[in-house]
């Protein structure tokens, strides 16, 4: 990723991408027409949006921010129901907003967020989450067909302690979410670990009566050693 200042215009995404949106999301890309004046010539190329206008674009459409990049958009495939999307987990994948309490009600409605509220992500006062795992969070949810309890989100470097929590956590940066397993059958545990496969978390932590789900940018399952540490990622 290379670093840039926030205003200025990225003049190095791919037109022909956003072109490839607009055609296949028509009504989005009314969305982003009526947000941004230019957006018609950035579809031609003679103008370019700035870092924020394209982490609003891969909002309003709904695709990473390195999609924009990318020579063609990636292939989605459908698997029972769900639109999965094979994606190279660079490092602009890792480009979600971090949404705090004030952003939530706008954000959630703009991106159709109707299995969770902003408090069960965040509890603690001055917390934050972010855009990418909840929308993972709300896929898996629809794949599930039962109710997610999440027993913790975003965490503050003090209760990360207090729990027991890895230094490095994910709950940290609002990345992590633990989701309790307690009463599960094994074929509802089945679905959700599937299911975290699918919609592409990259951590995915079985623990003895939750599972940890992060959006780092590599693939790692792991079966945890909870009893022999005693942390919890
Ligand atoms: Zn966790």
Not at 1 to 26: H, Q, T, W, Y
Not at 42 to 56: C, H, I, K
Not at 99 to 107: A, G, Q, V, Y
Not at 122 to 141: A, N, P, T, Y
Request: aromatic share 12%.
């Amino acid at each position: 990723m290379i670093c840039m200042a926030r205003g200025l215009k990225v003049d190095i995404i791919n037109p022909s991408v956003l072109r490839e949106l607009a055609e296949k999301f028509p009504d989005e890309a009314e969305r982003a027409r009526r947000k941004y004046k230019r957006f018609d010539k950035w579809l031609t190329g003679e103008d370019f949006p700035t870092y924020n206008q394209l982490v609003g674009l891969s909002r309003i459409f709904g695709v990473p921010f390195g999609d924009f990049f990318l020579d063609r958009l990636p292939e989605k495939k459908e698997c029972e129901g769900l639109v999965c999307v094979k994606i190279d987990l660079s490092e602009d994948w890792d480009m979600g907003l971090k949404l705090t309490r004030d952003m939530w009600d706008e954000w959630a409605a703009e991106n159709k967020i109707r299995f969770f509220k902003f408090s069960e992500f965040v509890k603690e006062e001055g917390g934050f989450i972010d855009s990418q795992l909840v929308l993972k969070m709300e896929r898996l949810r629809e794949y599930c067909g039962f109710p997610l309890i999440i027993t913790s989100g975003y965490r503050s470097a003090q209760k990360n302690q207090e729990v027991g929590g890895a230094s490095h956590s994910y709950h940290l940066r609002g990345e992590a979410v633990d989701v309790s397993i307690n009463g599960f059958s094994p074929s509802m545990l089945y679905r959700l670990l599937r299911g975290a496969f699918l919609v592409g978390f990259g951590g995915i932590i079985l623990y003895p009566a939750h599972v940890h789900l992060d959006i780092r940018g590599v693939e790692y399952f792991a079966v945890s050693d909870y009893n022999k540490q005693g942390k919890t990622k």
